[in-house]
């Protein structure tokens, strides 16, 4: 039976949504690690968990492999990401009608960043360029798929403007785009001037905050310099006091988590998705919420 769209569980809910975000583990020791954590994070309830994508269809097995294993443990709806990089129209296609067939109605359309090593994203050959190519052709070709998009609270690294940023995110969901999952932040202030100027500029659509709960000092500084996001000064004092007490780290991120989510909820209602990494520390921030 086919997955419910989110649109579908965002009509039929009455609190907001919480998801989850995993990645497909390069080895079968870290797909161990993967259904351990997803086994903690099943009893905080998801309403849907999202699986990535590599670069030019790297994962794209291991991507699949995943969304069966999270669906076999009882996740729904499962939505696998797709990016252009790398990969042409037809291959674009061809995995699109792969998960259709699955039974997936519902795929996270993303550019997507540059390869490792690459500092520019490059245009396939036959390829698309921008996400919401990517959204246009998903919807020509299965109309009934829900699509998610990207938004940038501080801006995309590779735009000149907050403006220009923002009818970047406005073609992608004129193209066919559901709901948006904001980049990571760390302070709440960027979702909140986010939320407002996309609502002063006509867009309606549901927007999840997306929050990583952080697990070290080195690892926030490398998330943050790829996507542009702010690394508070407080929050890398208490991660480099942590040193190598991999703990008290977690610990020190979890309670910043823990304090945004609060400070969130209390301005009103908010759309959770949660950049868990694989790691099952972010049930104990879901479970200390309830």
């Not at 697990?215 to 000064?233: D, M, N, V, W, Y």
Request: net charge neutral; proline share 6%; with cysteine.
């Amino acid at each position: 039976m086919p997955d419910k769209t989110i649109t579908e569980v965002l009509a039929s809910a009455d609190r907001p949504l919480l998801s989850f975000e995993f990645f497909p583990p390069k080895d079968d020791a870290g797909l161990a690690t993967l259904r351990e954590a997803a086994g903690r994070l099943r009893a905080a309830r998801p309403d849907f968990v999202t699986v990535t994508y590599g670069a030019g269809g790297s994962t794209r097995a291991r991507t699949l492999e995943v969304c069966e294993l999270l669906r076999d443990m009882g996740f729904g709806p499962v939505m696998p990401h797709l990016t252009c990089v790398g990969a042409s129209r037809n291959e674009l296609a061809d995995f699109a009608d792969e998960v259709y067939q699955r039974g997936y109605r519902n795929i996270m359309a993303l550019r997507g960043d540059p390869p490792k090593g690459e500092k520019t994203f490059r245009v396939a050959t036959d390829g698309l360029a921008h996400a919401a190519d990517l959204v246009a052709l998903l919807k020509a070709q299965h109309p009934d798929l829900c699509l998610g998009v990207a938004g940038y609270p501080e801006k995309h690294p590779e735009a000149s403007s907050l403006e220009q940023d923002l009818a970047h995110l406005r073609a992608k969901l004129d193209a066919g785009g559901d709901f948006v999952t904001t980049q990571l932040f760390f302070e709440n202030r960027y979702y909140a001037d986010f939320v407002s100027r996309c609502r002063a500029a006509g867009i309606r659509k549901p927007i999840f905050a997306g929050l990583m709960p952080a697990l070290s000092h080195k690892q926030i500084q490398r998330f943050t310099a790829l996507c542009g996001a702010h690394f508070p000064e407080a929050l890398a004092r208490e991660l480099l006091a942590a040193g190598d007490d991999a703990s008290a780290a977690a610990a020190a991120g979890l309670h910043w988590a823990r304090s945004q989510i609060q400070d969130l909820m209390a301005s009103g209602p908010v759309n959770l998705h949660l950049y868990v990494l694989n790691r099952a520390h972010a049930a104990d921030l879901i479970a200390s919420l309830r």
